[in-house]
Structure formats: C-alpha cells, structure tokens
C-alpha cells in the first residue's frame, strides 16, 4: 500500500472535520508525514470546504495545525 499523498490527507481532514473532528490529530499526522515526502512547507484548505468558515474559525484551525508542526494556508476562494 502505498503512502498518501498530500491531497488524500486533506481530503482526509475535510472528511473528519464534517465528522465532527473524528481522528483529526491522526490525520494531521499523516499530512504532516505527507507535506515531508514532497518537499512542501504548507498545506493549502479550501475555505469554502470548511465546517467554520469564518474568520475565527480559519484562526482557530491555523493554531491547532501549528501546535501540531503543519502551516495551514487559504485558497483564494
């Protein structure tokens, strides 16, 4: 099996954080693993995909992220 790529683990917390944050710290892990295999710093949200779309929610999940080593950036919507 192979390792997931940046794009599969944020597909992942998106799912989680419609679940209500089921296993979000697991799936920040994994996208942190997978921003290491390819060379990336950040990883890019879609806004308009967020549970919170605001912008203390955006703040909000910026924190959790970088408590966890990942930087969280927007697209422009």
């Not at 099996?1 to 997931?4: D, G, R, W």
């Given at each position: 099996?192979?390792?997931?790529t940046v794009a599969d683990a944020t597909n992942r917390i998106y799912e989680s954080l419609q679940a209500d944050n089921a296993d979000i710290d697991m799936h920040i892990a994994t996208l942190k693993a997978a921003l290491a295999r390819e060379g990336l710093k950040e990883a890019v949200f879609d806004p308009a995909r967020l549970v919170q779309n605001n912008r203390s929610g955006r703040k909000l999940m910026q924190a959790y992220f970088r408590q966890r080593g990942v930087t969280v950036k927007f697209a422009a919507s």
């Open positions: 099996m192979s390792e997931p």
